[in-house]
């Protein structure tokens, strides 16, 4: 690796926009829970698909490592430089390009947050859907293949991703689908993409779906005496095909967490929050029906938030569930986790994970998009006790195993990065080995985020 080389050669490409000072690399080499400091040796700030494209020349020309970065929330190490090089940070890449509203779509550049998006869009009547909580740039949104509350609703960054531009290892830029509904037009370049985790190219554009603003919104909160009535309740809800946008579980340590944050008075029980979207009629009747099915259940403390102000304040409370647990024990650090299975086995997976964390001696409330089978615990540890930490790692490793028993996967949104290679055998078998053989048939030097997502050669 001729570093000294790159740098140089990057340092005139890009003039200061090339930092190398130890604030740079150290916000560069930091990440949002458990995984070790990795700083970068500098950092690049593009501005365009072209500049990435020099960029990669530059890299490749030295074999010299690029790890993409957007906001920097990815919860599995996803943009940490373990083997150093440059940390390619795409956030000066902030513009939307073009709203496309007869067609109900948007080109942004990666570097656009969710939050920025619609911002922009609200003039328009129409919305970006995707929600992971965190105001995440919308090029790690589909690097990851991002979901969140929304998803029992309008699908993930899968489904919401319709073309993109992408740099190539070796510089090459080129274009994958297009802004037509649908192609069978060859390989689905957009969807090998779209979860690839910066490992197979690098996206400096994206185009995206969208979808019209509801006419009527109407949110919930309920509360449960058991988490089995909870769940239950959310098979049941959408096994009758009743509409909703959002539909999340918090369990009783996550009621009392809310409540000191937010100053609340929540029962120290587990909740649903749910939210339907639509028009009056819909919402009327969706929001009577999962009435009925919470009566059923035996649900109570039954609020619902009516105005928007309300049911923006219930729903950043819930974003802020992960800030909000940190707090609950100062000085920890948070190991996260979340697996998906089969809503037939929902129940059982989230009762038998509450039972392994208790059992481990261990604070890990869980929460979960639980509309799609998907829910997260965050296991609050002390930085200095290895044995807590090992203990979490056994918890983790016992919902992976889950999870896979019961055919479902080791992550739902979180994807994998380092944290969850070593599962990635275990879930795919072979199709784990295709995987790397299309990393080193796309980028045989293996200078795209090494170290992450699939096996790699030293």
């Given at each position: 690796m001729a570093l000294a080389e790159a740098l140089a050669e990057l340092e005139t490409l890009l003039g200061d926009r090339l930092d190398a000072s130890k604030g740079a690399r150290d916000q560069h080499g930091r990440n949002e829970t458990w995984f070790a400091f990795a700083p970068p040796d500098a950092v690049a700030y593009p501005i365009s698909a072209e500049e990435v494209s020099a960029i990669v020349k530059i890299c490749a020309a030295h074999d010299v490592p690029i790890t993409p970065y957007g906001t920097g929330t990815s919860l599995e190490g996803h943009a940490v430089p373990v083997r150093g090089g440059i940390s390619l940070d795409l956030m000066k890449m902030d513009r939307v390009v073009a709203v496309l509203a007869e067609d109900m779509q948007v080109r942004v550049q990666p570097g656009v947050t969710r939050e920025a998006l619609n911002e922009d869009l609200r003039a328009t009547g129409l919305f970006f859907p995707v929600d992971p909580g965190a105001n995440a740039s919308l090029g790690g949104m589909a690097a990851t293949r991002a979901s969140g509350t929304t998803t029992v609703g309008y699908g993930s960054m899968r489904d919401n991703v319709a073309a993109l531009e992408v740099v190539l290892a070796d510089g090459r830029i080129i274009r994958t689908g297009s802004r037509a509904k649908k192609s069978s037009a060859g390989y689905d370049l957009t969807a090998l993409m779209v979860g690839s985790e910066g490992t197979l190219g690098i996206i400096t554009e994206l185009t995206l779906r969208l979808h019209g603003q509801p006419e009527a919104i109407s949110s919930a909160v309920c509360a449960f005496d058991t988490l089995e009535a909870a769940v239950e309740t959310v098979q049941m809800t959408i096994q009758m095909g009743i509409p909703t946008a959002r539909i999340e579980f918090v369990d009783d340590l996550t009621a009392q967490i809310f409540n000191e944050a937010n100053g609340t008075h929540f029962p120290a029980k587990p909740h649903l929050m749910i939210e339907f979207h639509g028009s009056e009629t819909g919402v009327a009747e969706a929001s009577e029906r999962f009435?009925?099915?919470?009566?059923?259940?035996?649900?109570?403390?039954?609020?619902?938030?009516?105005?928007?102000?309300?049911?923006?304040?219930?729903?950043?409370?819930?974003?802020?569930?992960?800030?909000?647990?940190?707090?609950?024990?100062?000085?920890?650090?948070?190991?996260?986790?979340?697996?998906?299975?089969?809503?037939?086995?929902?129940?059982?997976?989230?009762?038998?994970?509450?039972?392994?964390?208790?059992?481990?001696?261990?604070?890990?409330?869980?929460?979960?998009?639980?509309?799609?089978?998907?829910?997260?615990?965050?296991?609050?540890?002390?930085?200095?006790?290895?044995?807590?930490?090992?203990?979490?790692?056994?918890?983790?490793?016992?919902?992976?195993?889950?999870?896979?028993?019961?055919?479902?996967?080791?992550?739902?949104?979180?994807?994998?990065?380092?944290?969850k290679m070593g599962y990635m055998r275990g879930e795919h078998g072979a199709g784990w080995d295709v995987m790397g053989q299309i990393k080193r048939a796309l980028d045989p030097q293996n200078i795209l985020n090494p170290g992450k997502l699939v096996e790699q050669d030293e």
């Open positions: 009435g009925e099915v919470v009566a059923e259940m035996g649900g109570a403390d039954f609020q619902w938030a009516t105005t928007t102000e309300d049911r923006n304040r219930l729903w950043k409370m819930r974003h802020g569930a992960y800030p909000a647990t940190i707090a609950h024990r100062p000085g920890c650090m948070g190991l996260v986790t979340d697996i998906c299975v089969p809503i037939s086995r929902l129940a059982e997976a989230v009762a038998a994970t509450k039972h392994d964390i208790l059992e481990a001696g261990l604070i890990g409330p869980v929460v979960g998009h639980v509309g799609d089978g998907n829910f997260h615990s965050v296991l609050l540890l002390d930085p200095e006790d290895k044995d807590e930490f090992k203990r979490a790692k056994q918890v983790a490793a016992k919902m992976a195993e889950r999870a896979l028993e019961m055919q479902g996967t080791v992550t739902g949104e979180h994807g994998i990065g380092m944290g």
